[in-house]
């Protein structure tokens, strides 16, 4: 079979595993694709590549689709997310100094208490929370200030949310030019090793079931060429079964440590995948289950709900209409394309593509087309419920 | 195609009062930047090399354009100061103009992003950018050809050891040597100096 070539852009972190896992094990081979993984500098430079047509497909923040399609950014476009490539991932932390403070009002590192945490940042911090984010249509920033704001001592005026590149977020934080940040893996285990930064709480932690990162493509490109679309996803959902079976973390980790895309040392990757996280030099790592995940709970699925959730934010942050920025978003998470993509591999499907965000507090049952489907847990820290009120009243 | 058309009115100094901010770590590099915008009628640049200093300097200096390489993590910075546009008065606005696609194809082509001041006139960003893109294209270029020219050098000196061991070893001569190694390469469809440098490898382990 002759192989069609794609090119896929994408930023050297550990979430970008089912490209990867795609590409080496042979999963895009299988579906006709002969798939390059373009390496990209900034999500700016990636967001410009996939606008200008430079590259077909685009591992993306999951707010970034939605925030061009709206017309936001410097790059306005109309893109898709065609699938969600993973599920939680990032992590805050705080500088050495500022750990110490919080210490000294009897707080305790659980990691997985964002109430306390948030209180003792408040008490101990400086006027300003200088704080650090890969870009400004992050899920970083919104998990953030989806936590932050629900803090009684908060006010918009004590933080201020600076963009840094990953990379760059231990220095930062060493030099103290940050207070704190919040990052995907592997630069929030560098910032512990090199900046003597603590971890204070796994993005998870906010949210149970936050969309990370996605797959994004041209919308006009992605309607011409639907082959390549069905393909892609397909070998991603197969890589993405593959990284997520226990028996396989080892390998993953090897063979992402080994290829060319990711220029990571093996120690820098493990912790993400095996969901061992260490949270402060020298101590033992904590296991967080929820910390990163490829494909359970229908992890891939590019829920509607989710791109309303995420226009939420960017229409406030932005002061746009809420109702006309949800339709405009939903209809960026291609749904009807994955569908279409899975449905003649037997994959079960969600008998509709919204869903409550924020309700379920177990792996629960959900009407599926094979009856097998289960989600969750999908709870937010606070116990809010997102109803974008577009969906029938589910069934479960 | 696109192609370098510079207005000679350019020349004369009517577009001094245009002030560039040039993001780039490279001195060298940033020296030939600012000498093409010197060259080309402009004289108010300011040259910075750290993203610690990009927020300070975008909001002391007020600049009009902001020329950053395409490669430049810190441009995601940049991204963020035009989009918190409430926080900072009057920030970027918008790489080059996306608007003028052959624009922001040429720039990206020639890896170089530009940052442009809301309400700053088109005619006016486009000489300045056409100065730099002619430029960039040259540096680029000049550099890809230095890296790949580093690069031949030192496959050639480990295909170089590859071949003496081989030569000591098993007693051959040197195109034979080199036979050896194309043969082995190409039956494991891989490259020579990847054979080449396994080899040594190996070689180093066994000391």
């Excluded at chain 2, 060298?28 to 000498?35: G, L, P, T, V, Y």
């Excluded at chain 2, 950053?68 to 918190?84: C, G, K, Q």
């Excluded at chain 2, 540096?139 to 030569?167: N, P």
Aim: charge should be neutral; aromatic fraction near 6%.
């Amino acid at each position: 079979m002759r192989l069609t070539q794609v090119q896929c852009g994408y930023l050297p972190l550990v979430d970008c595993a089912p490209l990867i896992i795609a590409k080496e094990l042979k999963f895009a081979a299988q579906e006709g694709l002969d798939l390059t993984l373009v390496k990209q500098p900034s999500w700016s430079a990636l967001r410009d590549m996939l606008a200008l047509g430079h590259i077909d497909f685009a591992h993306m923040l999951a707010p970034m689709p939605v925030a061009m399609s709206l017309g936001l950014g410097a790059m306005p476009s109309r893109i898709d997310a065609l699938m969600v490539l993973s599920i939680n991932g990032t992590v805050t932390g705080v500088s050495a100094e500022l750990d110490q403070k919080m210490r000294a009002c009897g707080w305790v590192n659980q990691f997985n208490t964002p109430r306390e945490t948030s209180k003792a940042l408040f008490a101990a911090a400086p006027q300003v929370l200088r704080i650090g984010v890969p870009f400004p249509f992050s899920m970083h920033r919104m998990l953030l200030e989806t936590w932050l704001s629900q803090d009684p001592e908060f006010s918009p005026d004590r933080i201020k949310i600076v963009t840094i590149p990953p990379a760059k977020m231990a220095e930062a934080v060493k030099n103290g030019a940050l207070d704190m940040f919040c990052v995907g893996e592997p630069w929030g285990t560098v910032a512990v090793q090199q900046s003597g930064a603590t971890l204070v709480l796994p993005g998870a932690s906010i949210w149970e079931f936050a969309p990370e990162k996605v797959l994004g493509a041209r919308h006009n490109w992605a309607e011409q060429n639907p082959k390549q679309c069905h393909a892609m996803i397909r070998a991603i959902y197969k890589a993405t079964n593959w990284l997520e079976r226990p028996e396989n973390t080892a390998l993953a980790v090897e063979i992402l440590a080994r290829s060319q895309h990711l220029d990571l040392p093996d120690h820098a990757i493990d912790p993400a995948l095996s969901r061992q996280i260490v949270t402060k030099s020298g101590e033992p790592p904590k296991q967080v289950d929820q910390f990163l995940s490829f494909h359970k709970s229908a992890a891939n699925f590019p829920w509607r709900s989710q791109a309303s959730w995420i226009s939420d934010r960017l229409a406030k942050w932005h002061g746009l209409e809420r109702d006309a920025a949800r339709i405009t978003a939903r209809a960026s998470f291609r749904s009807d394309i994955y569908r279409e993509a899975l449905s003649p591999l037997g994959v079960d499907m969600p008998k509709t593509s919204e869903k409550v965000e924020g309700t379920m507090a177990a792996p629960t049952m959900v009407a599926s087309t094979l009856g097998e489907m289960i989600l969750g847990p999908d709870r937010f820290f606070n116990g809010a419920v997102f109803d974008s009120g577009m969906s029938r009243a589910p069934k479960w | 195609m696109w192609s370098l058309r510079l207005n000679p009115d350019y020349r004369m100094g009517v577009h001094t009062d245009l002030n560039i901010l040039v993001v780039e770590l490279d001195q060298a590099k940033a020296r030939e930047i600012i000498a093409a915008l010197t060259d080309g009628g402009w004289n108010n640049v300011t040259v910075i090399a750290a993203a610690s200093a990009l927020e300070r300097t975008v909001t002391q200096q007020d600049p009009d354009i902001i020329l950053i390489d395409l490669a430049n993590p810190d441009r995601d910075t940049l991204e963020h100061l035009s989009s918190v546009s409430n926080a900072h008065k009057r920030p970027v606005a918008m790489f080059v103009d996306h608007t003028d696609e052959a624009m922001t194809q040429a720039a990206i082509s020639a890896g170089l992003s530009a940052y442009v001041v809301n309400g700053l006139q088109k005619d006016r960003i486009k000489p300045v950018l056409e100065t730099a893109i002619a430029r960039f294209k040259m540096v680029t270029k000049m550099q890809s050809e230095l890296d790949a020219a580093k690069q031949a050098l030192a496959d050639r000196k480990t295909i170089d050891r590859a071949k003496g061991l081989l030569i000591r070893a098993r007693d051959i001569s040197e195109d034979e040597a080199y036979n050896l190694l194309r043969k082995t390469a190409m039956d494991q469809g891989r490259k020579v100096i990847d054979v080449a440098l396994a080899l040594v490898t190996a070689a180093e382990l066994l000391q």
